[in-house]
């Protein structure tokens, strides 16, 4: 089903989408990433967001589902993004989230297949190149892409 959706959506250049995706740091300065067991890679937490829901809405469910985790306190936005490399007419939108609490830590799943807090030093081999470009932007000085 997933693979049919994104066939769709790489010839449907008139669909625009967005998503909401969490840069979450712990107190040790920790990022967490995941590693979804349909796609390669080691992403934020996040998703699309629902027709009629707005962005902090979205992104705290997306959260939730996704890692068990509960913002506390408003996001700082971080960036809009274009994706259209992988699909055409979709915008990430990147928060800093370091203001939340986990009563509960997900199972891995079909969706969610690995879920961990790294270091800067001691990321995952295989990261998304978004997700590395976000980290080395964020917290390297790198100057900020507007490209996903």
């Known amino acids: 089903m997933l693979s049919r959706l994104k066939s769709f959506l790489a010839r449907r250049a008139d669909i625009v989408t967005l998503g909401a995706q969490g840069l979450i740091i712990d107190d040790a300065s920790r990022v967490l990433l995941i590693r979804h067991g349909y796609r390669p890679g080691w992403h934020f ?13 979205a992104l705290a469910r997306e959260v939730l589902e996704e890692t068990g985790i509960t913002i506390t306190a408003p996001p700082r936005l971080i960036g ?7 699909y055409p007419g979709d915008h990430i939108i990147l928060f800093l989230i370091r203001h939340w609490q ?47």
């Open 45 to 57: 937490p996040g998703g699309g967001i629902e027709h009629g829901e707005d962005v902090e809405t």
């Open 80 to 86: 809009i993004y274009s994706h259209f490399d992988d």
């Open 102 to 148: 986990r009563d509960v830590m997900p199972e891995a799943n079909a969706e969610i297949a690995e879920q961990r807090f790294c270091t800067l030093d001691d990321l995952p081999e295989r990261l998304s190149p978004g997700t590395d470009r976000r980290l080395r932007e964020v917290f390297g000085g790198t100057e900020q892409s507007l490209k996903w």
